[in-house]
């Protein structure tokens, strides 16, 4: 974890879009090769597409706007075109629900760009596999650099915490962790600083 890093390789990863846990292989993998050009075509980006784990017929879609923001009325936008695909295309046989969300304040990352996006942030990271007997990792995002997830956590054997580089094609789950910093800036971040400022816990001070 963590050796042989390569600063100078950032722009080339995040120009990469790995897509194994926006959507993984199946129906969601099928579903977003679908329905990826339409969405980009009015402005949205796919941020994570499920399907059947609620109730066994639910699609669930996961998409922002290129700066992050996703109102109600870009769900409903969204939601439309995206139906009338599937109702062409009809990629998934039988009945289902499809539903249309932002990805929320304790977000999934799922793409390079979301692990730069949000450093400074708390993670939670879980691997598909696990490295040195270790599969869950909590700590401060650091970015990416080298094909890496870095994130600066405790380390039994330190007495100070370590930044580890994690493999980002061995991530199978990342989600930021509800904080006051997080919900502060996730406001600041769509344009309502006074509704961070008036609406956020108080830091008590």
């Given at each position: 974890?963590?050796?042989?890093?390569?600063?100078?390789?950032?722009?080339?990863?995040?120009?990469?879009?790995?897509?194994?846990?926006?959507a993984?292989?199946?129906?969601?993998?099928?579903?977003?090769?679908?329905?990826?050009?339409?969405?980009?075509?009015?402005?949205?980006?796919?941020?994570?597409?499920?399907?059947?784990?609620?109730?066994?017929?639910?699609?669930?879609?996961?998409?922002?706007r290129?700066?992050?923001?996703?109102s109600?009325?870009?769900?409903?936008?969204?939601?439309?075109?995206?139906?009338?695909?599937?109702?062409?295309?009809?990629?998934?046989?039988?009945?289902?629900?499809?539903?249309?969300?932002?990805?929320?304040?304790d977000?999934?990352?799922?793409?390079?760009?979301?692990?730069?996006?949000?450093?400074?942030?708390?993670?939670?990271?879980?691997?598909?596999?696990?490295?040195?007997?270790?599969?869950?990792?909590?700590?401060?995002?650091?970015?990416?650099?080298?094909?890496?997830?870095?994130?600066?956590?405790?380390?039994?054997g330190?007495?100070?915490?370590?930044?580890?580089?994690?493999?980002?094609?061995?991530?199978?789950?990342?989600?930021?962790?509800?904080s006051?910093?997080?919900?502060?800036?996730?406001?600041?971040?769509q344009?309502?600083?006074?509704?961070?400022?008036?609406?956020?816990?108080?830091?008590?001070?």
């Amino acid at each position: 974890m963590g050796a042989g890093r390569k600063p100078d390789d950032d722009d080339e990863d995040l120009a990469i879009l790995d897509t194994h846990l926006v959507a993984p292989h199946g129906v969601p993998r099928k579903v977003f090769e679908l329905l990826r050009p339409s969405a980009e075509g009015i402005g949205f980006e796919i941020v994570r597409i499920r399907f059947g784990l609620q109730d066994g017929h639910t699609l669930q879609i996961m998409a922002e706007r290129a700066d992050g923001s996703m109102s109600v009325e870009d769900c409903e936008e969204l939601s439309r075109t995206l139906s009338a695909v599937l109702d062409v295309e009809d990629p998934i046989p039988g009945e289902y629900n499809l539903e249309i969300s932002s990805p929320g304040i304790d977000r999934p990352l799922t793409r390079p760009k979301d692990f730069e996006r949000w450093k400074g942030f708390d993670v939670k990271i879980e691997l598909a596999e696990p490295i040195e007997g270790r599969k869950r990792f909590r700590g401060t995002l650091q970015g990416v650099e080298g094909g890496e997830v870095l994130v600066e956590c405790d380390i039994e054997g330190y007495s100070e915490p370590q930044v580890l580089g994690l493999p980002f094609e061995k991530l199978s789950e990342a989600k930021l962790v509800m904080s006051d910093d997080l919900i502060r800036e996730s406001l600041k971040r769509q344009g309502r600083a006074e509704d961070a400022s008036e609406d956020a816990p108080s830091d008590g001070e």
